[in-house]
């Protein structure tokens, strides 16, 4: 694997950190988004990316072996002034571009990272197909759709596959890699490889599955959450303390949806509400009486007011 240009496409919460982490790693990085106005919303979450990977490096020059970041260093070869040095260059070179053409001239990956929208992605892909060249990689960090739903779009099924991230992912290091039936070993190989290459801590996953690994998780704890709210059982704020307090977990789950974005979670709720049938018999039985018609009237009432989580100041909860 020769990788040298990363392409993003899609500027927000993850879209932006991977970036930023390929970025850091040393890659040639190119952010793709559809309007100026894109571009706005994402120099902000770059420059806060900034300063979070500093005060990173700050806590983990202080010793501080919980809040160490294994994504921006290993404990024995941590060098403070050599990593913020790697901050302020991935920070400066990352480019922002509107034009889908100039943006993937040369791309060796591009990682698609737009909202869980099946139909948009196809649209994505299908003008994507158009300017790619021979080369170039694709691979999509959908949280719940699977590849194979995309691979024909693409003009390359065999360079195909998902690489999904976790967030905050130069502290939560994991990178999910999961191929479909037409997907070359061969590229399945190079992406575990890249994925190792930006310090992150490649995770095979050798069955399509909804959700992966992580998310597979997950989203039954963030659905099961919101159900609790959606019905009157209780307040977001009371259902976190619950779990946190309960678990001993540093966040609760409207946190983290606040954090991932009310926009995707909305996405989430209608997947699973309309394709049970990625659900295993199990999660069948748990989840068909969830109340998916009332999550959606209490999300879509945030997303009226434009609270969309942290990205916007409040979702949830109220940020500064």
Excluded at 65 to 70: F, G
Excluded at 95 to 111: G, M, N, S, Y
Excluded at 218 to 226: C, Q, T
Excluded at 251 to 269: A, C, H, Q, S, Y
Aim: net charge negative; with cysteine.
């Amino acid at each position: 694997m020769n990788y040298k240009k990363i392409v993003v496409a899609g500027g927000g919460v993850l879209g932006s950190q991977i970036a930023f982490q390929s970025a850091f790693c040393g890659y040639d990085v190119v952010i793709w988004l559809r309007s100026e106005e894109s571009k706005t919303r994402t120099k902000p979450k770059l420059e806060e990316l900034k300063k979070e990977y500093l005060e990173s490096i700050h806590l983990m020059e202080e010793k501080n072996e919980k809040e160490w970041a294994i994504g921006i260093a290993d404990p024995e070869s941590f060098n403070a002034e050599v990593c913020k040095q790697k901050v302020e260059d991935a920070y400066q070179k990352i480019q922002l571009i509107i034009d889908l053409k100039e943006a993937c001239k040369d791309a060796d990956l591009v990682i698609e990272s737009m909202a869980e929208n099946k139909e948009a992605k196809i649209e994505f892909y299908e003008k994507l197909a158009q300017v790619l060249e021979e080369k170039t990689v694709v691979v999509t960090n959908s949280s719940t759709l699977l590849p194979s739903m995309f691979a024909k779009y693409t003009g390359r099924p065999e360079k195909y596959l998902a690489l999904h991230f976790a967030n905050h992912i130069w502290k939560h290091n994991t990178a999910e890699v999961m191929g479909h039936e037409e997907t070359n070993e061969k590229y399945f190989d190079e992406i575990m490889f890249f994925a190792k290459s930006i310090r992150m801590l490649p995770l095979p996953v050798r069955k399509e599955k909804s959700g992966y690994l992580l998310n597979s998780m997950l989203v039954p704890f963030l659905l099961s959450a919101m159900d609790l709210y959606a019905n009157g059982i209780s307040d977001p704020e009371s259902i976190d303390i619950a779990w946190k307090q309960g678990t001993g977990a540093p966040n609760g789950p409207f946190e983290i949806m606040d954090v991932v974005g009310l926009t995707t979670v909305k996405n989430i709720v209608e997947q699973y509400q309309k394709v049970p049938g990625l659900l295993s018999p199990l999660l069948k039985k748990m989840m068909l009486p969830y109340n998916y018609k009332k999550m959606l009237e209490v999300i879509n009432q945030y997303i009226s007011e434009n609270k969309l989580g942290q990205s916007t100041g409040e979702g949830f909860y109220k940020y500064k």
